[in-house]
């Protein structure tokens, strides 16, 4: 079946675009834009936690009364911000981008094939996405405010909040629906179209970490979506799905039946949001495993028992989901079965860490800058999962349980984990992309400072969980052993600062190397996979004949080779 | 720009998976159906049993109308019958026989809807909301929540699959002359879709009305 | 009583079963302290041995690494001891092994709601009279049913005190919200659910004045929603309860 295509118009060519590449760059833009919003929430909250009840600098006097006393953050408006910056961050930010950009733009490249096997579903995904993404930003205009539960909308908090909340809903209905129908895309598109020759076992691992994210998104989600239906059921129609009889509110019962179980959101939430931590994290792993092949100039070592690992993750995900559930109130029995699966699905993770350490032997090393988000990614994500030993075991989590440790834990994998991996691709796939080189030194930059000033936001939070201090709380100094580690706050808000500012160097890079005279090669890096076989930029379609392969993505030194690289497609003796 | 992209295995079957884009596309939408109605009748389960609801009424006791949804359960059934033989008509090259068979569908989907509506009408009429907690007691059940929640989010799925089915009942002597195979797994694919809404209402019947 | 010191690392602790936890978190971050030091190590080193310059290729071939396997039957093995030889057995000791009654327990009931905590103790006769719902008001926060008479010496105060060496059983209850018990000194934290009544059970090692708080989100006031604790001496708790007790005028 042929799409043919006479000349299109703007509209088409870049607005409703059914390639993948133009939606991959939808996507790219559209949650960096929300990435960069997001940080903005935390940056202000970061103002009033290091300094309690002062005017915010330069925004204060913009905010209305609902969210300022006189400049000063009201204790509303931090709990908005708290609830929307997770939810932003989370997706509309890191899963569009880890899966919609890169997953769109690189993965029909890397296996050979034209475009995604339903490409109109694809332009649909995107859709869906920025109505989301919008309904999620218009809540903050809402009389009431927007959501102010968590990110993690426990109810019946939820049940009772403002109206910020029901659009909460409803936004998180479209951008499951947005993952979804994406999710049946990579699925498809990997298992269909990939080139002849490309087998299973040669396919570059970003693509085996994309082919469980899928799965994940597909099966995951719709538990969310039903927890949504029954929440919103539970605002909008009186019903008490979550809702115990017998509440009373502010002095007042609650009119409501009753009958209901807080743990049932939590359980369904949950059955959801554990597999999602690892749909925001796998992609990543995927994009460093590729740069990490390229810039050691050999195969990556493992690579078998990695996807092995990658598909054991993915599925022991589902089975761990009630470690955050731990302080509930839970028997003996049920956390037992939920520490050890949780003890157990550290072994691949601690795998696929291991055999990209591992990959580093042996090699010859390049440093470009995607390379040094790559190997930052290492030891960042280590920390991050080392610290989650405590947390999954039941007994310590009753101390660090919603501490700052645990914020300090997450952010450890997702900020200076998935991020740099984030930064890693844009910087190794913005040649082809764009046919541009960027600039290497604002890239160093970029990178070092973003570097420290990570470490310098989450390594203090880890303390602060450790002295005991609550997450999600306005004012923290209230409680003395919080006033206490109350340096940690100041140094943890300042590195935030810092690493707002640290950003500059790359928004300047972004936009001064597209407007560069000289033009990047094919395939600059001298790199095995498929997508560099493409014209740069690739065309409607990627590949000027279709590709065949001949051996495996990492071919990197092959002893006898005229070069210190054999690309997939390329049938000279190998 | 200009330029043509064949996208393979929309209309011949993969040698892999031994079939077209499209249908394996659509298992995987069902299966990820199956983990939202597979939560939903969790949620019954653990409300059902988990909270202290003082006193669960069957279906009948809570006022279902067994007969009627036997009806409805008959109705679903027949249509996923003429489901298949629109389909199958449609490969025996008789183009009359589909229109007749999918129209069948149409319009039994179109009529469970409407006793659904009635059902939902009665109901309301006697003042039994999702809210209403059964009985009045310390500790309600949640059974007329879920029997709405439920049977509301299964009637959407009708929906969606009767209209979907009217559009291709409407542009399909269209479609069927100029990309044949195609359209064949069109129908085909919105089959499977039909029959899984078929199946989830014939786990949802007994669950409410006769347990 | 001394101001109980706090830094940047755990609390003071002054808790029967926090030493164990303590034990745990320190062993379980030395672990961790090892492993990443030791990836940390080797990253570094191959950074500097194996960086790309004239003369050096890399090499195709996958060194063997027996090592690696090592490593991994090391973690799993490591997480399993942690596991199977501390953190279940503190967890059953903490969540099953209720103090026996010839233990003395002082037995409390916590009442969470947005946004502070109330404290129902028996009272003399040791029975907790009958509560419900419908009797909240300002003046009768614990919704206590004024016909029962088990209710009339029953103590609600915004204060928790406790004797230090007898075990504590707090029942845990919750008016509107999920809020969660954190004690960091005492080293426990118990989410409290609406409509569940959760115990659990502690004990003081010694005296001092701390706080509570809550650690779960419950809305606007979430962050002030504190308490303070009182560990006193077996006599000085005495001497409270029958303080409490003349203000009832009993």
């Not at chain 1, 007042?252 to 807080?262: D, R």
């Not at chain 1, 470009?368 to 920390?383: E, Y």
């Not at chain 2, 009948?60 to 629109?86: D, F, K, Q, R």
């Not at chain 3, 290729?57 to 090592?70: D, H, K, Q």
Request: hydrophobic share 50%; aromatic share 14%; glycine share 10%.
């Amino acid at each position: 079946m042929s799409e043919a295509h006479a000349e299109l118009g703007f509209l088409r060519k870049y607005v409703f675009s059914t390639d993948h590449k133009v939606i991959g760059i939808q996507y790219g833009i559209t949650a960096l834009v929300f990435l960069f919003f997001g940080f903005c929430l935390m940056m202000m909250m970061r103002w009033q936690l290091a300094y309690p009840g002062e005017p915010i600098p330069l925004v204060g006097g913009l905010l209305g009364e609902t969210m300022v006393d006189r400049g000063a953050m009201l204790p509303n408006f931090y709990n908005q911000l708290g609830a929307m910056h997770g939810t932003i961050m989370v997706f509309m930010g890191i899963v569009p981008l880890a899966v919609g950009a890169f997953g769109n733009y690189v993965v029909p490249l890397q296996i050979g094939a034209p475009d995604m096997a339903f490409p109109r579903l694809n332009m649909a995904s995107y859709q869906a996405f920025v109505v989301g993404g919008v309904v999620m930003l218009v809540s903050f205009l809402l009389p009431g405010g927007a959501a102010s539960s968590g990110w993690t909308s426990y109810a019946p908090l939820a049940v009772f909040a403002t109206s910020g909340q029901t659009f909460w809903l409803l936004g998180m209905l479209f951008l499951i629906a947005s993952s979804l129908l994406g999710g049946i895309n990579f699925i498809v598109t990997i298992i269909h179209l990939r080139a002849d020759g490309l087998t299973f076992f040669r396919l570059p691992f970003f693509v085996w970490s994309q082919l469980v994210t899928a799965f994940l998104l597909v099966l995951a989600f719709p538990a969310l979506q039903a927890a949504a239906i029954l929440q919103a059921m539970d605002r909008l129609a009186g019903t008490s799905f979550f809702l115990p009889s017998g509440l009373v509110v502010g002095g007042s019962a609650v009119a409501a039946a009753g009958g209901g179980s807080p743990l049932l959101w939590q359980h369904l939430f949950w059955f959801l949001a554990h597999p999602e931590v690892y749909v925001l994290i796998l992609p990543g792993m995927g994009i460093v495993a590729e740069v990490i092949a390229v810039n050691t100039r050999k195969p990556l070592w493992g690579y078998k028992p990695m996807v092995y690992s990658l598909l054991f993750l993915g599925f022991l995900s589902f089975g761990v989901w009630a470690h955050h559930m731990y302080m509930t109130g839970m028997g003996t029995t049920m956390s037992t079965f939920f520490q050890i699966t949780t003890m157990i699905i550290s072994i691949p993770s601690v795998i696929i860490l291991t055999c990209l350490v591992i990959s580093l032997w042996g090699a010859s090393i390049r440093f470009p800058v995607p390379m040094l988000f790559a190997l930052a990614f290492l030891p960042m994500f280590g920390i991050g999962g080392l610290t989650g030993l405590p947390l999954g075991l039941a007994a310590p989590d009753a101390f660090l349980h919603d501490s700052y440790y645990v914020i300090g834990h997450f952010h450890y994998v997702v900020a200076p984990g998935t991020i740099f991996a984030m930064f890693a691709g844009i910087y190794h796939w913005w040649p082809k992309a764009t046919g541009r080189h960027m600039n290497e030194t604002l890239g160093r930059i970029h990178f070092w400072f973003s570097f420290l000033f990570m470490n310098g936001i989450f390594m203090p939070m880890m303390f602060e969980g450790m002295a005991g201090v609550s997450r999600r709380l306005f004012d923290p100094t209230i409680y003395t052993h919080a006033e206490a580690a109350h340096g940690l706050t100041i140094m943890t808000s300042w590195s935030a600062w810092g690493l707002a500012l640290a950003q500059i160097p790359f928004v300047i890079n972004f936009f001064w190397s597209m407007r560069k005279e000289e033009r990047a090669e094919e395939n600059p890096w001298q790199a095995t996979t498929l997508e560099w076989a493409t014209p740069t930029p690739p065309p409607h379609g990627n590949f000027v004949e279709t590709p065949v392969v001949y051996r495996g993505p990492y071919e990197y030194s092959v002893p006898g080779a005229e070069r210190d690289f054999s690309p997939q497609f390329v049938k000279q003796g190998g | 720009m200009s330029s043509t992209i064949v996208i393979p295995y929309q209309a011949e079957a993969h040698p892999l998976t031994g079939v077209t884009s499209g249908k394996l596309g659509i298992w995987i939408f069902l299966a990820s159906e199956i983990m939202l109605f597979g939560a939903l009748f969790s949620s019954y389960v653990l409300l059902r049993v988990g909270t202290g609801a003082e006193y669960w009424p069957s279906g009948v006791e809570a006022g279902l109308n067994v007969p009627i949804g036997t009806v409805n359960t008959l109705i679903l059934i027949t249509s996923s019958v003429t489901m298949v033989m629109s389909w199958a008509s449609l490969k025996m090259d008789k183009f009359a026989a589909f229109k007749f068979y999918l129209g069948a569908t149409i319009g039994l989907g179109s009529l469970f809807l409407v006793v659904k509506g009635f059902e939902y009408s009665a109901k309301f009429s006697h003042h039994i909301y999702p809210a209403v907690g059964w009985p009045e007691a310390t500790d309600p059940s949640t059974f007329f929540g879920l029997y709405f929640t439920l049977t509301g989010l299964h009637a959407l799925h009708i929906l969606l699959g009767v209209l979907v089915n009217l559009w291709l009942l409407v542009y399909g002597a269209e479609l069927w002359k100029t990309e044949r195979v195609r359209f064949e797994g069109r129908i085909e694919i919105s089959g499977l879709y039909w029959h899984f809404v078929d199946l989830v209402w014939i786990f949802l019947f007994p669950v409410l009305y006769l347990l | 009583m001394n101001e109980p010191q706090y830094g940047w690392w755990l609390p003071p602790n002054v808790s029967a079963h926090g030493d164990d936890i303590d034990l745990m978190i320190n062993l379980i971050h030395w672990f961790m302290l090892a492993l990443f030091v030791g990836w940390s190590i080797f990253i570094v080193f191959c950074l500097i041995r194996f960086r790309a310059r004239p003369g050096h290729a890399a090499v195709y071939e996958p060194i063997e690494a027996r090592f690696n396997r090592w490593l991994e039957v090391g973690v799993a093995a490591a997480e399993a001891v942690v596991l199977i030889a501390f953190a279940m057995p503190v967890w059953s000791k903490i969540k099953t092994e209720f103090p026996a009654t010839n233990t003395n327990p002082v037995i409390v009931r916590v009442i969470g709601e947005q946004f502070k905590w109330l404290f129902h103790y028996p009272g003399r006769d040791g029975k907790f009279g009958k509560t419900a719902a419908e009797y909240y008001a300002d003046d009768n926060p614990a919704g206590l049913d004024f016909d029962d008479d088990d209710g009339i010496d029953d103590i609600t105060v915004r204060g928790l005190h406790i004797p230090e060496g007898r075990p504590v059983i707090a029942r845990l209850v919750t008016k509107d919200v999920i809020h969660s018990f954190k004690i960091p000194v005492m080293r426990i934290t118990q989410d409290v659910v609406p409509g569940m009544e959760i115990p659990i059970w502690f004990e003081a090692k010694s005296t001092g004045e701390f706080q509570i708080g809550c650690a779960q989100l419950c809305g606007l006031g979430h962050y002030e929603m504190k308490a303070k604790l009182t560990i006193e001496s077996p006599q000085e708790f005495q001497r409270w309860l029958d303080e409490e007790h003349s203000a009832l005028g009993l």
